[in-house]
């Protein structure tokens, strides 16, 4: 969208226009329609964007999660984190079967490299060496997992939870139904 202002600079009228963007950073805390959710897949771990959407469909209780969610734009959380990529989902399999509690954290890094964005988490995840070292904001130990038993176990988690594709990193418009012409 664009708006058109008519406006005096040094005395003179002026007529400008203002392209408006989407009001990031504060869309994370607003609903979003018609849009499918941002997310990347690995090893039957969920990973999201934190938005207001993900935070009522999990209902997530985490302080640490509210905190972020809260605190967004008045601590300017955003400048370090701008997406802040959440574990929102584990489809269980044998390779996460132990890695239930980490459900709900907040990915810090990958393999020593900081994931400030869906995108970098995505990379990193293709550029996995031989073990993946995830660690989550606050304490505890990292989630670790092995390359090969991730890439031996994707078709399995695939076909087992139907799922089409292992990654979404850009908003796009729910496919709606086939419009119809009109007859005349």
């Known amino acids: 969208d664009s708006v058109k202002f008519d406006l005096l600079r040094n005395k003179q009228p002026m007529t400008v226009t203002i392209k408006l963007y989407k009001p990031w950073p504060y869309a994370i805390q607003g609903h979003s329609y018609d849009v499918r959710a941002r997310y990347v897949l690995y090893g039957g771990l969920l990973f999201q ?68 964005t869906l995108d970098e988490l995505a990379n990193a995840f293709a550029q996995a060496p031989e073990q993946l070292v995830i660690r989550m904001i606050g304490d505890g130990p990292p989630l670790v997992l092995d390359r090969n038993k991730v890439e031996a176990a994707r078709e399995r988690i695939k076909t087992r939870y139907n799922v089409a594709k292992e990654q979404n990193l850009r908003e796009q418009p729910e496919a709606g139904p086939p419009k119809q012409a009109n007859k005349t």
Not at 69 to 94: A, C, G, M, R, W
């Open 49 to 116: 964007p934190l938005n207001l959407d993900m935070l009522e469909a999990y209902r997530a209780t985490d302080l640490r999660l509210r905190h972020f969610f809260e605190y967004f734009t008045v601590e300017q959380i955003y400048l370090q984190h701008p997406d802040i990529i959440v574990l929102s989902n584990i489809l269980p399999d044998p390779i996460n079967t132990y890695l239930a509690p980490y459900r709900g954290a907040i990915v810090d890094e990958v393999n020593g490299k900081k994931i400030r």
